[in-house]
């Protein structure tokens, strides 16, 4: 159980153009979604709080303009990156909580992006 | 807010031998402690996890202690194997409602078979 995935996991871009990511919580319900960001051999960054509904609540320094996201149902949450640059290509790996359901977080396999 | 300090970044053990690790947290009132393993190029998995009402807790081969006077936790795996070779993550919720988790710096455990 507590399954998240992710789609793509791997997607090549050129600058300019805006990619997006889709995080699913397979079989349960998320009210609240996470995206980090992942520099390699680095520790997780969180980079928004995406709550079903709701606008999302971003981390100090992370442009909500560039990396929006939008939380639709209980199930889908998405990042889209924009006019993404080369310094945007990391690992982005979003997490779900279960609705009603203590406060563990369950991360997706990840999304490895590279911006040309 | 919450600073969370881990260590070794690195280490090595031999098949069969414990393996720990070490974390420091600064707010007093974080109360959820996960620990995650990420292997190369795939997201964390959650492998055990303790709240503040509890001391110490056991799962197989892996456990947690957690020292709340000293605000610090670890990560205790018994019998290392192979397949054990990761980087692990522990992370600290911030108190006050939040669900935000923070996490250390990670360490990469090679279990040398």
């Known amino acids: 159980g507590a399954v998240v995935s992710q789609h793509p996991s791997r997607v090549i871009c050129k600058s300019g153009t805006s990619v997006k990511i889709e995080c699913r919580s397979l079989?349960?319900?998320?009210?609240?979604m996470f995206w980090y960001r992942q520099f390699p051999k680095q520790s997780l960054m969180l980079m928004a709080t995406?709550?079903?509904?709701?606008?999302?609540?971003?981390e100090q320094g992370v442009e909500k303009d560039k990396f929006l996201i939008n939380h639709a149902s209980l199930t889908l949450s998405t990042l889209t990156v924009t006019s993404a640059h080369p310094e945007d290509s990391s690992f982005y790996i979003c997490?779900?909580?279960?609705?009603?359901?203590?406060?563990?977080?369950?991360f997706g396999p990840g999304t490895r992006l590279t911006v040309l | 807010g919450e600073n969370v300090e881990q260590h070794p970044s690195t280490l090595s053990v031999q098949e069969g031998d414990s393996a720990v690790i070490k974390c420091t947290y600064s707010?007093?009132?974080?109360?959820?402690f996960p620990w995650y393993k990420q292997e190369l190029g795939k997201g964390p998995q959650l492998i055990i996890d303790i709240r503040s009402n509890v001391g110490e807790k056991k799962d197989q081969r892996i456990a947690v202690t957690l020292n709340k006077t000293a605000k610090h936790f670890s990560l205790h795996i018994t019998e290392t194997q192979p397949e054990d070779s990761a980087v692990y993550f522990c992370?600290?919720?911030?108190?006050?409602?939040?669900?935000?988790?923070?996490f250390g710096k990670g360490t990469k455990l090679t279990v040398n078979p």
């Open positions: 079989d349960f319900q998320a009210t609240t």
């Open positions: 997490s779900a909580r279960i609705r009603g359901g203590p406060d563990t977080q369950y």
């Open positions: 992370a600290a919720r911030l108190s006050g409602g939040s669900e935000k988790l923070v």
């Open positions: 995406s709550n079903e509904g709701s606008k999302a609540t971003y």
């Open positions: 707010d007093s009132a974080s109360n959820y």
